[in-house]
């Protein structure tokens, strides 16, 4: 299954099958886990890990569960005992391949017999074949462009994006690469750096990507250092200390340069 290709036709699929945002969630979900068990036809999840996963509670779960299955996108198995459910997510190729294969038909139907093809169909025949190669790159294209906006809407600095999606066709990443950036983009989102003072160290994302930014190890996380009492001897991310009252104590060890925070004496 092309995860990109789905998700891509998933959305088209959505603008006339207005579905719940629970429903799209769990869709999304169990597309990763699919993808985990590298594509099998059936498996099996459990309910906990789904709400773990998504971030709902059981009851959304089954709701979202029974709202997918009525909408012909997966099917769903209850099995007996302790056993987890039978998942089958529904492809959207499938369903375009079966459109094809019937438009194809009707188009053989119309098609008049090898004996009244002159030379001139056989040239205008040649002609639309060209015309077909050139959507085909016009496709490749687009789930280009569909990767870049995916990375921009993730992305919590948007500036320069010309320069951006420039940067980012020539890393021109492949499914899993750009689900790492995506995973990256998530826990940078929540560190430290880039927090605080309302994101103002948050590198520029032309910057970002030339710098392969996703390779950087996991940054600590800033929850506690931007509250705006953290408990005492919390440590900020410039190496000064919480006293526990609202305020930082000590002189800075650290200085941010280059996007990402350095020791004083090696800047």
């Known amino acids: 299954m092309d995860y990109m290709a789905e998700i891509n036709a998933f959305f088209t699929w959505l603008e006339t099958h207005p579905i719940s945002y629970p429903a799209r969630n769990l869709w999304h979900t169990l597309m990763h886990v699919a993808n985990r ?20 509670s059981r009851s959304n779960v089954y709701r979202a569960r029974d709202e997918l299955a009525k909408n012909s996108r997966i099917t769903c198995k209850s099995r007996t005992g302790n056993q987890c459910a039978m998942y089958t997510i529904i492809p959207f190729a499938s369903q375009i391949d079966t459109q094809n294969e019937t438009q194809a038909n009707k188009q053989k139907d119309k098609s008049p017999p090898a004996s009244q093809i002159d030379t001139k169909s056989e040239t205008h025949s040649g002609t639309h074949s060209g015309t077909i190669n050139k959507t085909n790159t016009n496709i490749n294209t687009i789930s280009g462009r569909e990767k870049f906006n995916q990375f921009w809407a993730a992305y919590p600095r948007k500036q320069k994006k010309s320069d951006a999606e420039k940067a980012f066709i020539k890393i021109n990443p492949s499914d899993d690469l750009l689900q790492t950036i995506l995973n990256t983009l998530d826990t940078q989102k929540k560190s430290a750096q880039w927090i605080s003072e309302n994101g103002k160290y948050i590198p520029h994302p032309t910057s970002w990507l030339n710098g392969k930014r996703w390779e950087d190890e996991p940054p600590p996380t800033g929850s506690a250092v931007m509250s705006k009492n953290p408990p005492a001897g919390t440590v900020g991310p410039d190496g000064r200390i919480a006293n526990g009252y609202g305020q930082w104590e000590g002189p800075p060890t650290k200085i941010f340069k280059d996007g990402r925070w350095v020791e004083r004496d090696t800047a």
């Open 37 to 56: 068990a590298r594509w099998v036809h059936e498996f099996s999840v459990a309910v906990s890990v789904l709400e773990a996963k998504s971030g709902m």
